[in-house]
């Protein structure tokens, strides 16, 4: 049997390094986002004050914040907690296989679940919800207790990751087409998507002033990793596999080059981990024959499966080479034929993935078979009926979301309708998710961006406020952040797509300008703030087009822009219609708020967020995880000494 057991462990830490950025993200965060003074508070989500029983309180909104009043908190410092448990479960993974376990997840997974209940505009992004999944894989992956031997199970749980990993890649890339977006369609994407993404990296500048012949070829790349290599993560020779894991890295690392995804790269990173076995880490030599002739078959197999997929490319994206020595490229197909061939593709990965789950059902068959010892085969018996079981159940619910890629499937499971009825009792949980990211393209007239002035006279003069990460000053770079994710950040970038009776928070910020609120402050540039002494007595947004300067140009400007026209109007901070509207939503409240009775724990609490606050977040996430590593190769060091 293929062992896995260093692919697992690897998975399992990995995933435990992806909650430790998560959780120490959302954690500075907190006071700015969901304190009693930030923009959306997580007082508004729950009464504590409520009276009933906990576990019907648990039922209305699942979430360990409820316990805030058993430890003598409010809902603020209840989050804290959670997330330094978060901090402290996943980095105790991270440096030390031994709580890579399934209580260890089962907790990481339960504490994550818990913020993201409260979480609300800030936290609806693809990333968090394929975290919840991905977590919630690994409470069948991970060992129930810590042992150094692989488990027989091994095979069929990676295998549910390596299902995500495939509904992930394909629908990222199915969606880009069949939004019908006529920038993906004619290739134009990669032109526009490096100066119109979220928070673009400093090697975004240089990518978007590429040949646009590289850009139109660099798309057609990314079509295909996404689309066509990942129906061969279920392929049967290994060596094709192994060329598809690496595709799906350099593709991700690629985009961390060039665009600040917080964990959401680093998470698909390790999702492809699934791909591999243990014989990818250490080669095994052997001396047998017939071992090179299968060697020797395998690479000859190899070869011609992607001998194909390179021809097929040609030929559906028209690739030629030009008398310049570029590539041109165009798509070949119609659209009427791309959903043709996507609704039986459709159907074809989910046959090739129930083959594919059969033959490593077979595998443990013939492993329990061959197992000695009554107990022992019984054990294993037990267990791989058990995991196959809960991976077929998995399989059967993600169909849902997996089919609704095309409306032709629709019928199809809808007469499955246990299955369905089972996906909406757990959608909730966010156990199976549907994804695909850049349905349509932004920004092709320009990166629209929200720029928030403040004044102290309606006449002005208006002063701009900066923000830490997003483009503002046309001068300034931005710098790398990721795996933190700046979440107010990325909510602008939002907002600017629509308007503002679209993204009410956006009246919250304003009046927490407007107030010189210091936690919300925090999540801005301090070092550029405008209104130091006081807060201004009027806020106003402006809609911005903002370009990268041309390659040609020796100023040291980063961008230009243009103005669109206004955002929303000026407010003050007693503008009756603002008032009325935070007052609805709750933000501002005459309650009196729940008292913290737990004063040493609040000490405890106050002193570490006092210190965290001094440093950037992301030196903080990159700090740990330095920590965690340096902690990591020092016990591994010890145990060799102590071994030898």
């Given at each position: 049997m293929v062992q896995l057991r260093y692919t697992r462990n690897l998975f399992l830490r990995g995933i435990c390094i992806i909650y430790l950025f998560a959780f120490l993200s959302f954690y500075v965060q907190i006071p700015g986002l969901y304190g009693d003074n930030g923009l959306l508070p997580a007082r508004t989500q729950l009464d504590l004050k409520a009276r009933g029983p906990l576990l019907n309180k648990m039922k209305h909104k699942p979430t360990f914040l409820w316990l805030a009043p058993y430890l003598g908190l409010n809902v603020d410092y209840m989050l804290d907690v959670l997330s330094l448990l978060g901090v402290i479960l996943s980095f105790a993974g991270f440096v030390s296989q031994k709580f890579c376990i399934v209580p260890i997840f089962a907790g990481l997974w339960s504490l994550y679940y818990s913020v993201y209940q409260i979480g609300q505009t800030f936290m609806f992004f693809q990333w968090d919800v394929l975290l919840l999944e991905v977590g919630f894989l690994c409470i069948f992956v991970a060992p129930i207790w810590y042992s150094y031997r692989g488990r027989i199970s091994d095979g069929v749980t990676l295998w549910a990751v390596r299902w995500l990993l495939f509904r992930l890649m394909f629908a990222s890339g199915v969606v880009k087409l069949t939004s019908g977006c006529p920038v993906w369609w004619k290739l134009d994407a990669l032109s526009i998507h490096f100066e119109s993404q979220c928070i673009p990296t400093p090697l975004a500048w240089y990518a978007h002033h590429l040949p646009t012949w590289l850009l139109r070829l660099s798309t057609v790349s990314v079509n295909v990793i996404e689309m066509a290599v990942p129906l061969l993560f279920f392929f049967p020779i290994r060596n094709v596999r192994i060329i598809a894991f690496y595709l799906q890295v350099i593709l991700q690392v690629f985009i961390i080059a060039t665009g600040n995804y917080n964990f959401f790269n680093f998470l698909t990173i390790c999702l492809c981990i699934s791909l591999l076995d243990d014989q990818f880490f250490y080669k095994r030599k052997s001396k047998n024959d017939k071992s090179h002739v299968k060697n020797y078959v395998s690479a000859l197999a190899t070869i011609l499966v992607y001998g194909v997929i390179i021809y097929g490319t040609c030929v559906l994206y028209g690739l030629k080479i030009t008398d310049n020595w570029t590539i041109e490229s165009n798509i070949a197909f119609t659209p009427e034929e791309f959903d043709r061939v996507l609704s039986r593709t459709i159907l074809f990965a989910i046959y090739l993935g129930l083959v594919s789950?059969?033959?490593?059902?077979?595998?443990?068959?013939?492993?329990?078979?061959?197992?000695?010892?009554?107990?022992?085969?019984?054990?294993?018996?037990?267990?791989?009926?058990?995991?196959?079981?809960?991976?077929?159940?998995?399989?059967?619910?993600?169909?849902?979301?997996?089919?609704?890629?095309?409306?032709?499937h629709n019928s199809t499971i809808a007469q499955l309708v246990n299955v369905k009825q089972i996906h909406a009792k757990v959608e909730h949980l966010h156990i199976v998710n549907s994804y695909g990211l850049f349905r349509r393209m932004t920004g092709v007239d320009g990166r629209p961006e929200v720029v928030i002035e403040g004044s102290d006279s309606i006449e002005g003069p208006w002063k701009e406020y900066e923000f830490l990460y997003k483009p503002g000053n046309v001068n300034n770079s931005l710098p790398f952040v990721a795996p933190h994710q700046p979440r107010l950040d990325w909510q602008m970038w939002f907002a600017a797509l629509?308007?503002?009776?679209?993204?009410?928070?956006?009246?919250?910020?304003?009046?927490?300008?407007?107030?010189?609120?210091?936690?919300?402050?925090?999540?801005?540039?301090?070092?550029?703030?405008?209104?130091?002494?006081?807060?201004?007595?009027?806020?106003?947004?402006?809609?911005?087009?903002?370009?990268?300067?041309?390659?040609?140009?020796?100023?040291?400007?980063?961008?230009?822009?243009?103005?669109?026209?206004?955002?929303?109007?000026?407010?003050?901070?007693?503008?009756?219609?603002?008032?009325?509207?935070?007052?609805?939503?709750?933000?501002?409240?005459?309650?009196?708020?729940?008292?913290?009775?737990?004063?040493?724990?609040?000490?405890?609490?106050?002193?570490?967020?006092?210190?965290?606050?001094?440093?950037?977040?992301?030196?903080?996430?990159?700090?740990?995880?330095?920590?965690?590593?340096?902690?990591?190769?020092?016990?591994?060091?010890?145990?060799?000494?102590?071994?030898?």
């Open positions: 789950l059969g033959l490593t059902l077979k595998e443990l068959i013939r492993v329990v078979f061959f197992t000695k010892g009554m107990y022992d085969k019984l054990k294993t018996t037990i267990s791989t009926i058990l995991y196959f079981t809960i991976v077929c159940c998995i399989f059967a619910v993600s169909l849902v979301p997996y089919t609704a890629l095309h409306q032709s629509g308007t503002y009776h679209q993204n009410p928070w956006l009246m919250s910020l304003a009046y927490r300008l407007l107030s010189g609120q210091p936690e919300v402050l925090a999540l801005m540039n301090t070092v550029e703030h405008p209104f130091r002494d006081r807060p201004p007595k009027y806020i106003r947004a402006s809609l911005y087009y903002y370009h990268y300067t041309p390659s040609s140009q020796t100023s040291n400007a980063w961008w230009t822009r243009e103005r669109i026209g206004e955002y929303f109007p000026i407010f003050s901070q007693s503008h009756p219609p603002l008032i009325e509207y935070l007052t609805k939503m709750k933000i501002l409240q005459e309650k009196p708020a729940v008292k913290v009775t737990n004063e040493p724990l609040k000490l405890i609490l106050d002193n570490l967020r006092s210190l965290v606050s001094k440093v950037e977040p992301s030196i903080i996430l990159w700090g740990v995880f330095t920590a965690g590593c340096a902690i990591f190769i020092t016990g591994y060091g010890n145990s060799v000494s102590k071994k030898k």
